[in-house]
Nanobody
Framework: QVRLVESGGGLVQAGDSLRLSCAVSGLAMGNYRMGWFRQAPGRGRDFVAGINWAGSYQYYADSVQGRFAISRDNAKNLVYLQMNSLKPEDTAVYYC?????????????????WGQGTQVTVSS
């Protein structure tokens, strides 16, 4: 019943921007911390960004700090990832995730629910 559905991925050139969305259903999103992870070909799934319940704290991987911004709209059950100054190394499948607990926000094991992912491809 709980579903997280990502959208907004696509093919862009280096330096371009994309905004990913995550639509959440089946739970009250305001009770969950939210995160974005990504998995590039031949690599594991890595933390990208996280946001606390009210959106007052945001956390980022060093590789995206200053370029990406996570935000949330609890009333609409939506989470966003604004991606600017995209680089070819940002190419990956991007996953939205939700955690009801207090585990470390950067750890995959902290998350209860996951979306199916959306492909982002950045060409040089």
């Amino acid at each position: 019943q709980v579903r997280l559905v990502e959208s907004g991925g696509g093919l862009v050139q280096a330096g371009d921007s994309l905004r990913l969305s995550c639509a959440v259903s089946g739970l009250a999103m305001g009770n969950y911390r939210m995160g974005w992870f990504r998995q590039a070909p031949g690599r594991g799934r890595d933390f990208v960004a996280g946001i606390n319940w009210a959106g007052s704290y945001q956390y980022y991987a060093d590789s995206v700090q200053g370029r990406f911004a996570i935000s949330r709209d609890n009333a609409k059950n939506l989470v966003y990832l604004q991606m600017n100054s995209l680089k070819p190394e940002d190419t990956a499948v991007y996953y939205c995730a939700a955690t009801s607990g207090l585990g470390h926000i950067k750890r995959m094991a902290s998350y209860n629910f996951w979306g199916q992912g959306t492909q982002v491809t950045v060409s040089s």
